[in-house]
């Protein structure tokens, strides 16, 4: 008997002692030095061999992970993504990387929720398109997207998502075009690129994470309920003659859970007067921090989208940006100025709990 009470009692101590390193590791900020951001990122997001606390289950799919290419000269396994996707099974538990080719993909591809632990890889030099014209009027905005990931620990690195709709010119219903749709828990891009006007990148709900990445729209293009992190990654705002610019629209339903956190990225484009966001649903949340705003941002800096009673609901704020539209004067008077304390939860890997699950962008033997 003895001897049970003292294995549960070591059971117990390591369990606590795996939390303890989780929440260490989850609760260190970004640093506010863009040039200490790689010795941050290597600290605090190791390769498995070195990491511990990570999910059980990606602990088991990282263990031996398979390789199937996708080429346009049918050189690989396939010659389209889909078919690539259709070859993973139902309730896949291991690692699948699909090689992706450079070339142009025209594909509407969907990866299916039954299907986790799937990687897009593109050569850093020759990085593949993903390319469809999809648009609301045809599917509904959200299932207009030119990839949907709708399944858990998806990554994709050097991927270029595009959807090649033509501009929403006001006329036309249902104009809008989504490039990436993400739906799944815990995904990571690394080095992509979503491309489109309106409705470019839906980060519809889950923990993901945008590192080194670029996104660029017009009108609301990036929304949805998704609790992500953005890092070191350039938001191009593309100028709307007919429509307010908007780069965020967060679709937060209550004063709990889910937000936008953008950390040293940099805003860029050809806008006059575009929002970082507006109040598309009465309780955004979306920060920005250490980023370079440009010259594209309006005075005001926000919208409450018409709806004056979600100034109050509303948690829009910022923190040591800097650039032409970082000028907090004429900011709308319920923006926040986050201090050190209030803007630290933002500036943490525990805003998506990023120790259960992050890893360093892959790196495949081909």
């Known amino acids: 008997m003895m001897a049970g009470k003292l294995k549960k009692a070591v059971l117990v101590l390591i369990v606590a ?32 061999s070195a990491n511990k606390g990570l999910d059980p289950a990606l602990v088991e799919a990282e263990a031996n992970p398979k390789v199937i290419k996708v080429t346009k000269d049918g050189s690989g396994d396939f010659k389209t993504i889909t078919e690539a996707v259709n070859s993973v099974p139902s309730g896949n538990s291991k690692r699948v990387i699909i090689y992706i080719g450079g070339g142009e993909y025209h594909e509407k591809v969907t990866i299916d929720r039954s299907k986790p632990f799937i ?30 990931v709708g399944s858990d620990y998806f990554v994709g690195a050097n991927i270029i998502i595009k959807n090649s709709a033509p501009r929403p010119d006001g006329v036309r219903k249902g104009a809008q075009a989504v490039a990436l749709r993400v739906s799944g828990n815990k995904a990571t891009f690394y080095k992509c690129k979503m491309l489109g006007f309106q409705d470019t990148l839906c980060d519809d709900r889950g923990y993901h994470f945008f590192k080194d990445c670029y996104i660029e729209g017009s009108v609301d293009f990036i929304f949805g309920s ?103 004067a004429g900011r709308v008077d319920y923006v926040k100025n986050l201090n050190d304390g209030q803007v630290k939860p933002f500036l943490t890997l525990k805003f998506i709990e990023g120790s259960k699950w992050l890893l360093p962008p892959p790196n495949p033997k081909l």
């Open 226 to 328: 998704g609790t992500s992190l953005y890092l070191n990654t350039e938001l191009h705002v593309i100028g709307d003659p007919l429509m307010e610019s908007v780069i965020t629209a967060q679709a937060r339903q209550s004063v709990d859970g889910t937000g936008y956190s953008f950390v040293h990225c940099t805003v860029t484009g050809n806008a006059k007067d575009a929002v970082l966001g507006r109040a598309w649903m009465p309780y955004p949340r979306v920060i920005f921090a250490y980023t370079n705003l440009g010259g594209v941002i309006s005075p005001q800096g926000w919208s409450d989208n018409a709806h004056p009673e979600r100034d109050h609901t509303a948690f829009f704020g910022e923190y040591q940006n800097t650039g032409a539209s970082a000028d907090e």
């Open 119 to 148: 990687t897009f890889y593109g050569a850093p030099n020759n990085m593949p398109t993903i390319s469809y014209a999809g648009t609301a009027a045809q599917y509904g905005t959200v299932d207009s997207a030119t990839l949907i």
């Open 17 to 48: 002692l795996f939390a303890a390193y989780v929440d260490a590791n989850d609760d260190v900020p970004i640093p506010a030095q863009k040039g200490q951001l790689s010795s941050w990122f290597s600290a605090n997001v190791q390769p498995l």
